[in-house]
C-alpha cells in the first residue's frame, strides 16, 4: 500500500516561492503517473501540475511559467516548486499517484499553502 506524504507548505508573501515535496513509502511509484492538485476554499479540487513516468508534464493554464513539477526516481519523490505566487493560489495542496494500466489512486493528506498579499 503506496503512502504519500507532502510537505513544504506554509505562509508566504505574494510573489515569493515554495517548494512541495510529496514522498511515497510502501511501494515504488516510478511508472506511477504523479500529479499535484490544489482545493482552494470553496472551491473544487482541481489539477495543478503532472508528471508521467516517462517525464511528460502538464499543468492548468494559471499556473503555467510559474510552476514546475518534478521527480526523482531514487528518492520515490515528487515536488512541486512554485514561484511568483499569488493570492489566488492559496489552497490545500494534494499529492496524487496514479498506477499504470490499473490507475489506482493515491493520496496524500495535503499541506496548506497560504500566499498573502
Known amino acids: 500500500q503506496v503512502q504519500l506524504v507532502e510537505s513544504g507548505g506554509g505562509l508566504v508573501q505574494a510573489g515569493g516561492s515554495l517548494r512541495l515535496s510529496c514522498a511515497a513509502s510502501?511501494?515504488?511509484?516510478?511508472?506511477?503517473?504523479m500529479g499535484w492538485y490544489r482545493q482552494g476554499p470553496g472551491k473544487q479540487r482541481e489539477l495543478v501540475a503532472a508528471?508521467?513516468?516517462?517525464?511528460?508534464?502538464n499543468y492548468a493554464d494559471s499556473v503555467k511559467g510559474r510552476f514546475t513539477i518534478s521527480r526523482e526516481i531514487a528518492k520515490n519523490t515528487a515536488y512541486l516548486q512554485m514561484n511568483t505566487l499569488k493570492p489566488e493560489d492559496t489552497a490545500v495542496y494534494y499529492c496524487?499517484?496514479?498506477?499504470?494500466?490499473?490507475?489506482?489512486?493515491?493520496w496524500g493528506q495535503g499541506t496548506q499553502v497560504t500566499v498573502s498579499s
Open positions: 508528471i508521467t513516468s516517462g517525464g511528460t508534464t
Open positions: 510502501g511501494g515504488t511509484v516510478r511508472f506511477n503517473t
Open positions: 496524487n499517484s496514479v498506477t499504470p494500466f490499473t490507475n489506482r489512486v493515491y
